[in-house]
Protein backbone atom coordinates (compact mmCIF):
# COMPACT_ATOMS: atom_id res chain seq x y z
CA UNK A 1 0.00 0.00 0.00
CA UNK A 2 1.57 3.50 -0.76
CA UNK A 3 1.52 6.14 2.16
CA UNK A 4 -0.54 9.36 0.37
CA UNK A 5 -1.25 12.61 2.32
CA UNK A 6 -4.35 14.63 3.70
CA UNK A 7 -4.14 16.16 0.41
CA UNK A 8 -3.31 15.69 -3.21
CA UNK A 9 -2.94 16.08 -6.56
CA UNK A 10 -5.17 13.79 -8.74
CA UNK A 11 -5.17 13.51 -12.52
CA UNK A 12 -8.11 12.26 -14.39
CA UNK A 13 -6.83 11.17 -18.01
CA UNK A 14 -9.70 10.52 -19.78
CA UNK A 15 -11.11 14.09 -18.87
CA UNK A 16 -7.79 15.24 -19.65
CA UNK A 17 -7.28 16.90 -16.45
CA UNK A 18 -3.96 17.03 -14.51
CA UNK A 19 -3.41 17.70 -10.94
CA UNK A 20 -6.44 18.78 -9.93
CA UNK A 21 -6.16 19.59 -5.70
CA UNK A 22 -8.43 16.82 -3.77
CA UNK A 23 -9.38 16.09 -0.27
CA UNK A 24 -8.35 12.85 0.94
CA UNK A 25 -11.39 11.46 3.89
CA UNK A 26 -11.26 8.67 5.73
CA UNK A 27 -14.65 9.93 7.09
CA UNK A 28 -16.33 9.69 4.06
CA UNK A 29 -17.65 6.16 2.15
CA UNK A 30 -17.45 7.52 -1.32
CA UNK A 31 -15.81 10.30 -3.59
CA UNK A 32 -17.36 13.15 -5.37
CA UNK A 33 -16.46 15.74 -8.04
CA UNK A 34 -17.43 19.34 -7.61
CA UNK A 35 -19.77 20.61 -10.61
CA UNK A 36 -22.89 21.99 -11.71
CA UNK A 37 -25.21 22.02 -14.95
CA UNK A 38 -25.88 18.37 -14.79
CA UNK A 39 -27.66 17.30 -18.13
CA UNK A 40 -28.39 13.47 -18.77
CA UNK A 41 -29.29 13.34 -22.78
CA UNK A 42 -29.10 10.28 -25.23
CA UNK A 43 -27.10 8.54 -23.15
CA UNK A 44 -24.79 10.62 -22.43
CA UNK A 45 -24.01 12.85 -18.78
CA UNK A 46 -22.40 16.11 -19.36
CA UNK A 47 -21.74 17.99 -16.73
CA UNK A 48 -19.44 21.39 -15.57
CA UNK A 49 -16.14 20.85 -13.86
CA UNK A 50 -16.14 23.64 -11.14
CA UNK A 51 -12.41 24.40 -9.96
CA UNK A 52 -11.84 28.54 -9.19
CA UNK A 53 -8.55 27.19 -8.07
CA UNK A 54 -7.44 26.28 -11.26
CA UNK A 55 -8.24 28.17 -13.93
CA UNK A 56 -7.52 25.78 -16.98
CA UNK A 57 -10.18 23.57 -15.57
CA UNK A 58 -13.36 25.66 -14.08
CA UNK A 59 -15.93 25.56 -16.12
CA UNK A 60 -14.78 22.69 -17.75
CA UNK A 61 -17.29 20.47 -19.64
CA UNK A 62 -16.89 17.22 -19.58
CA UNK A 63 -18.62 14.29 -20.74
CA UNK A 64 -19.65 10.69 -20.01
CA UNK A 65 -21.57 7.48 -20.92
CA UNK A 66 -20.29 5.33 -17.79
CA UNK A 67 -22.80 6.83 -15.13
CA UNK A 68 -25.46 5.93 -12.69
CA UNK A 69 -28.48 7.45 -10.66
CA UNK A 70 -27.55 6.49 -6.69
CA UNK A 71 -28.75 6.79 -3.40
CA UNK A 72 -25.93 9.17 -1.08
CA UNK A 73 -25.96 10.10 1.90
CA UNK A 74 -24.65 13.56 2.45
CA UNK A 75 -22.19 15.03 4.78
CA UNK A 76 -25.58 16.60 6.90
CA UNK A 77 -26.97 12.96 7.14
CA UNK A 78 -29.76 13.20 4.41
CA UNK A 79 -29.70 10.66 1.59
CA UNK A 80 -29.84 12.50 -2.00
CA UNK A 81 -30.29 11.22 -5.58
CA UNK A 82 -26.85 11.71 -7.65
CA UNK A 83 -24.87 10.83 -10.45
CA UNK A 84 -22.31 9.05 -10.36
CA UNK A 85 -19.52 8.52 -12.72
CA UNK A 86 -17.03 6.16 -13.63
CA UNK A 87 -13.79 6.98 -14.85
CA UNK A 88 -9.86 6.58 -13.61
CA UNK A 89 -7.90 8.22 -11.58
CA UNK A 90 -3.52 8.43 -11.78
CA UNK A 91 -1.43 7.97 -8.27
CA UNK A 92 2.22 8.11 -8.65
CA UNK A 93 1.82 7.48 -12.14
CA UNK A 94 -0.55 4.37 -11.54
CA UNK A 95 -4.14 3.98 -13.06
CA UNK A 96 -6.89 3.31 -10.87
CA UNK A 97 -11.02 3.03 -11.35
CA UNK A 98 -12.37 5.06 -9.53
CA UNK A 99 -16.41 6.22 -8.97
CA UNK A 100 -17.46 10.12 -8.34
CA UNK A 101 -20.58 11.10 -7.43
CA UNK A 102 -21.52 14.80 -8.92
CA UNK A 103 -22.39 17.43 -6.26
CA UNK A 104 -22.02 21.23 -5.31
CA UNK A 105 -18.74 21.35 -3.22
CA UNK A 106 -18.89 24.85 -3.88
CA UNK A 107 -18.24 25.57 -0.01
CA UNK A 108 -15.58 23.27 0.48
CA UNK A 109 -11.79 24.32 -0.17
CA UNK A 110 -11.37 21.31 -2.20
CA UNK A 111 -13.18 20.45 -5.54
CA UNK A 112 -12.41 16.57 -5.28
CA UNK A 113 -13.23 14.21 -2.36
CA UNK A 114 -11.89 11.06 -1.73
CA UNK A 115 -13.59 8.57 0.48
CA UNK A 116 -12.62 5.34 1.85
CA UNK A 117 -14.01 3.34 -0.78
CA UNK A 118 -11.66 4.27 -3.17
CA UNK A 119 -9.06 4.43 -0.70
CA UNK A 120 -9.46 0.80 0.54
CA UNK A 121 -6.44 -1.78 0.36
CA UNK A 122 -4.65 0.69 -1.73
CA UNK A 123 -3.45 3.93 0.32
CA UNK A 124 -2.33 4.63 3.64
CA UNK A 125 -3.15 8.41 4.65
CA UNK A 126 -0.61 9.91 6.80
CA UNK A 127 -2.41 13.20 7.87
CA UNK A 128 0.46 15.45 8.72
CA UNK A 129 1.40 15.54 4.91
CA UNK A 130 0.32 16.93 2.02
CA UNK A 131 1.00 16.26 -1.81
CA UNK A 132 3.39 13.01 -1.32
CA UNK A 133 2.36 11.37 -5.09
CA UNK A 134 3.37 14.88 -6.23
CA UNK A 135 7.10 14.60 -4.90
CA UNK A 136 7.77 11.31 -5.97
CA UNK A 137 7.62 12.38 -9.65
Not at 70 to 99: A, E, L, M, P, W
Request: hydrophobic share 35%; net charge positive.
Amino acid sequence: MKLIGRAEKISFLNWEIEDLPAKIDTGAYTSAIHCKHIKEKDGVLEFILLCPKTEKYNNKLLQTNKYQVKSIRSSNGKKQKRYVVSTSVVFFDKKYKIKLSLSDRGKMTYPVLIGRKFLNKKFIVDVSQKNIASKEK
